[in-house]
């Protein structure tokens, strides 16, 4: 395997991710990255000096409105599948002490 | 002709002649969910009480001469990542176990529009991550030709509960071939439509770029009829787009005498099987029959197709996943200590293995100091395929080859090896790329009793060709499927 994804690594990408793994996953997902990373390599073999990295296959743009609010409130139906709500607002964990 | 083996065109056709009505449609397909849902398991949730009632609504509106479409009254299955509203919607994850939208998503809007009786919400690989409906939280879906062979995926549940008679079409996306796979797996017709022409409001984001909404259903008359129903500009997606040539039955003609045809060599190499290779060439071959203009050509590129959107799909879904933190809704762990760590215990114990996989993949692909050489290198070769493409189209009309390299797998073989299954997408997956519309029907059946699919791969905006190419194809074909026991 040419990619050895290290222990700090896939700390650092759980922190991107947001994502707490168990020792055991830790192991998988070492693996598994180090593979997939092997296999997307391939990409290299490409000479892609000069080619513009395409993010859309249409020329899109930008879409443009009015700034004119349409909705009304909608409290309600937003805190409706919320785990945890009072008086109107999401409750999250303590955040500052 | 039993109710349930009628298409959804006919069905509707028989409301619309007062030889059936829509209650009597309903009642006849929940019938069947129940007997064959023990054995399948193509749903997530079925709202008999609500397809009632809707089909009772409709009824009413079809008999005052309100709905008059070619749909009206019949019933149809939705993929568990498009949002309806006050029904469950859980992405097949645990993360949206109790999730229910209070919003409709604009294809289904669309669907209801057009007189549609939504039964219940189709069962699919966690957020549409997986090519077997095997990473489902809720369990795996069985192909009906077959029980112990996966239904492809990860439109799986959409495409099994067509091929059951559970119902008479359904919606799935397709961000790598997770329509024309399953359907291909299934013994039915799939489309995934030009990027930007069915509204991606509503649809739970995998891959922004990538994911088409699109028709799973019994043959190519139904295909397009759902498609003009389900295609609209919608200014809530930013990149849907304006069409004015939607009018896709038209295409519904028995003549490809001029199409031209290409056959790109590379989807004929190592890896297909046999069978298939022989049962989509002998497909080409009835097409030049009818006065195709078949030709072998090197599409190239093909190998590199795979990287590229794993690379693309994962940073992608690394970013869309994002939302699922615990707070605005979906599922929330017991015990935590602070913002960061509830965040962490709470996309742990939601997420399944193969999303979790993604995302890390993704994340890193992301990362300052990786981010040139994976992710932007990925779009340059994304920009590289489309050339190829632009190439072909240049020269053919239609571009003719396998779904898939084998037929459905066994339940079980696919997940061991996440790169093995990757694999698999390879004939399907620069269609996504690309942004252009492919098209699965049903070409024959291999030695073990399981359904091929063929490919007919358009230029952006060109499914009249493909629906064109399908129909005359059908006609030539005969019909196809097994016979589902009602």
Redesign the interface.
Known sequence: MANIITDE??E???I??????SEE?KEQ?KK??G???D????????D?AG????????P?N??F?EDVVTNGDDRE??L?????EKDGM?V????FD | MSILDMTAVELAAAIKNKEVTVKEATLAVLEQIEKKESAYHCYVTVDKEGALKKAQEVQEKIDAGELTGPLAGVPVAIKDNMCTEGLLTTCSSRILGNFVPTFSSEAVLNLEKAGAVILGKTNMDEFAMGSTTETSAFGETKNPWNPEHVPGGSSGGSAAAVAANECFYALGSDTGGSIRQPASFCGVVGLKPTYGTVSRYGLIAYGSSLDQIGPLCKDVTDCATIMEVIASHDLKDSTSVEREDTDFTSALVDDVKGMKIGIPRDYFGEGLDPEVKAAVLKAAQQLKEKGAIVEEFDLSLVEYAIPTYYTIAAAEASSNLERFDGIKYGYRTEDYNGLHNMYKKSRSEGFGAEVKRRIMLGSFVLSSGYYDAYYLKALRVKALIKKAFDEAFAKYDVILGPVAPTTAPKLGDSLSDPIKMYLGDIYTISVNLAGLPGLSIPCGVDSKGLPIGLQLIGDCFMEKKLIQTAYAYEKARGAFGRKEEN
């Open positions: 690594t896939i650092y990408v759980g991107l991710a947001k994502l707490e793994l996953e997902a598994d990255m593979s997939m990373l296999y997307i390599d391939k990409l290299g073999e490409l892609t080619v513009e990295p395409m993010s859309h296959v249409f899109v930008n879409v409105r139906n937003i409706k599948n919320a785990p945890e999401f999250v964990p303590r955040t």
